[in-house]
T-cell receptor, first 112, second 112 residues
Framework: EDQVTQSPEALRLQEGESSSLNCSYT??????LFWYRQDPGKGPEFLFT???AGEEKEKERLKATLTKKESFLHITAPKPEDSATYLC?????????????FGKGTKLTVNP | EADIYQTPRYLVIGTGKKITLECSQT?????MYWYQQDPGMELHLIHY???????EKGDLSSESTVSRIRTEHFPLTLESARPSHTSQYLC???????????FGPGTRLTVL
């Protein structure tokens, strides 16, 4: 069964204190791994797609990396506006699979 | 920026009422999805559609139904709401051939 586990569940950082969020996955062939940001009471906002081990994507203070078993979301010098829940999801490489399997997310709080 | 809309944003109703949650997208995406999300929990797929006149059930058992008569519109209906239906409902869409799904703002449903 496809599974996604995110850690830690919650993370508190001081502004400027860099850190990483982890997404471990078990999937029967990876079609894609997705990172989303979700603010309270809103829908997830798409951040990155990663397709193969070794791939990296960057956007402002965020950088996502992928290995064969996990992905990391690195946050460099975070600001209070980076506070949100970060979701990881995988899509399996099964013929015609429409399913994204989501983790529970990491709730990030950045204090000024 | 994704153009996907959901109405209403918040709904409080009594048990036994019939409700329809609306979802529309202006991006011409053929694939659309409905997810259910409880606080601090994963998103669970409840329905999806490949295109007009195509609908499928997702992994999470749901008493709701969907229809897809127009490409841009994917409403979800509950014939008789119950307190167990209290949750956040998220609509998403994507273009065939790309993996990332784009989400609407969600409808928070409370059934008393």
């Amino acid at each position: 069964e496809d599974q996604v586990t995110q850690s830690p569940e919650a993370l508190r950082l001081q502004e400027g204190e860099s850190s990483s969020l982890n997404c471990s996955y078990t999937v029967s062939g990876l079609r894609g791994l997705f990172w989303y940001r979700q603010d309270p009471g809103k829908g997830p906002e798409f951040l990155f797609t990663l397709y193969s081990a070794g791939e990296e994507k960057e956007k402002e203070r965020l950088k996502a990396t992928l290995t064969k078993k996990e992905s990391f979301l690195h946050i460099t010098a975070p600001k209070p506006e980076d506070s949100a829940t970060y979701l990881c999801a995988v899509q399996a490489l099964q013929g015609g699979s429409e399913k994204l399997v989501f983790g529970k997310g990491t709730k990030l709080t950045v204090n000024p | 920026e994704a153009d996907i809309y959901q109405t209403p944003r918040y709904l409080v109703i009594g048990t036994g009422k019939k409700i329809t949650l609306e979802c529309s997208q202006t991006m011409g995406h053929d694939k659309m999805y409905w997810y259910q999300q409880d606080p601090g929990m994963e998103l669970h797929l409840i329905h999806y559609s490949y295109g007009v006149n195509s609908t499928e059930k997702g992994d999470l058992s749901s008493e709701s139904t969907v229809s897809r008569i127009r490409t841009e519109h994917f409403p979800l209906t509950l014939e008789s709401a119950r307190p167990s239906h209290t949750s956040q409902y998220l609509c998403a869409s994507r273009l065939a051939g790309s993996g990332e799904q784009f989400f609407g703002p969600g409808t928070r449903l409370t059934v008393l």
